[in-house]
T-cell receptor, first 115, second 114 residues
């Protein structure tokens, strides 16, 4: 079955440590996205990538970094510069950029807790 | 930048009652998408509306896109406990540096009491 795999499901880190969240898709989708979800705030876009080796900042990119070396993979690094990293992180993909009317397919998410 | 506002934030209903959530954008949208997120789960795409004034139905769910393409609504008739979850609307950026971005509303959390 095709889909998006995020790992791990739960992640615990100490403050000051960088952590990388994995996202892999086998849907052959061009575009990939990272969203952050906090209670009562919906989903906020961190980074997105429309093609390999290219990505753009979303609305809350500060303290995060990404890479898109392969079409299937779009890992997100939460750096120590991110002031409030504890959140639910969702990776998504789409056939075409959403400006061309394609829906998002989401992974199951990674719940990150930083203490 | 583009803002997508969604109301109400919470809605508690008795099973069998109707439910409506409203979505308003600060800019005209080329299309609007609706997603449902079950408790503990991830958002799942429900539908996309593209045309001005468009109305689409999925069983007990009715989706509308406003004539000005700046607002939308989702109406559920005779809610069931399986309808529990958070409903999000989302609209794409208009273009340029916003192209490829999808802006989500805050979501409406629906609770259904049996």
């Amino acid at each position: 079955d095709g889909g998006i795999t995020q790992s791990p499901k739960y992640l615990f880190r100490k403050e000051g440590q960088n952590v990388t969240l994995s996202c892999e898709q086998n849907l052959n989708h061009d575009a990939m996205y990272w969203y952050r979800q906090d209670p009562g705030q919906g989903l906020r876009l961190i980074y997105y990538s429309q093609i390999v080796n290219d990505f753009q900042k979303g609305d809350i990119a500060e303290g995060y970094s990404v890479s898109r070396e392969k079409k299937e993979s779009f890992p997100l690094t939460v750096t120590s510069a991110q002031k409030n990293p504890t959140a639910f992180y969702l990776c998504a993909s789409s056939i075409l950029p959403t400006g061309k009317n394609s829906p998002l397919h989401f992974g199951n998410g990674t719940r990150l807790t930083v203490t | 930048g583009q803002q997508v506002m969604q109301i109400p934030q919470y809605q508690h209903v008795q099973e069998g009652e109707d439910f409506t959530t409203y979505c308003n954008s600060s800019t005209t949208l080329s299309n609007i998408q609706w997603y449902k997120q079950r408790p503990g789960g991830h958002p799942v795409f429900l539908i996309q509306l593209v045309k001005s004034g468009e109305v689409k139905k999925q069983k007990r769910l009715t989706f509308q896109f406003g004539e000005a393409k700046k607002n939308s609504s989702l109406h559920i008739t005779a809610t069931q406990t399986t309808d529990v979850g958070t409903y999000f609307c989302a609209g794409p950026g208009a273009g340029g540096t916003s192209y490829g971005k999808l802006t989500f509303g805050q979501g409406t959390i629906l609770t259904v009491h049996p």
